[in-house]
């Protein structure tokens, strides 16, 4: 069992930056892999960037570069930097990861980008 915990999400004007943090119950040394994925109102959870148990990071095409995400195993956290934000990038973040055979979900953060 998991339990993760995101954070960092408010309010930022367009053209701003968030950073949103993830912390895992447990270490994450053994994760399959750890994600960023984000639902909009009236839309479907998307992946926007993923990092594989080797580091390897994945985004979303639609990003252009403007996200990194990256990990900690010291400190069992993944994070998500977050730059030149849109109105479009509004939505609850949520941080996903997989474990063996399970997936494991946070409640999400609220990430709201005003124009």
């Known amino acids: 069992q998991v339990q993760l915990v995101e954070s960092g999400g408010g309010l930022v004007q367009s053209g701003g930056s968030l950073r949103l943090s993830c912390a895992a119950s447990?270490?994450?040394?053994?994760?399959?892999?750890m994600g960023w994925y984000r639902q909009a109102p009236g839309k479907q959870r998307e992946l926007v960037a993923l990092?594989?148990?080797?580091?390897?990071?994945q985004y979303a095409d639609s990003l252009n570069g403007r996200y990194t995400i990256s990990k900690d195993n010291a400190k069992n956290t993944l994070t998500l930097q977050m730059n030149s934000l849109k109105p479009e990038d509004t939505a609850v973040y949520y941080c996903?990861?997989?474990?063996?055979?399970?997936?494991?979900w946070g409640k999400g953060t609220l990430v709201t980008v005003s124009s």
């Open positions: 996903k990861v997989d474990l063996f055979n399970a997936s494991y």
């Open positions: 447990r270490s994450i040394f053994s994760f399959n892999h």
């Open positions: 990092v594989t148990s080797g580091g390897t990071p």
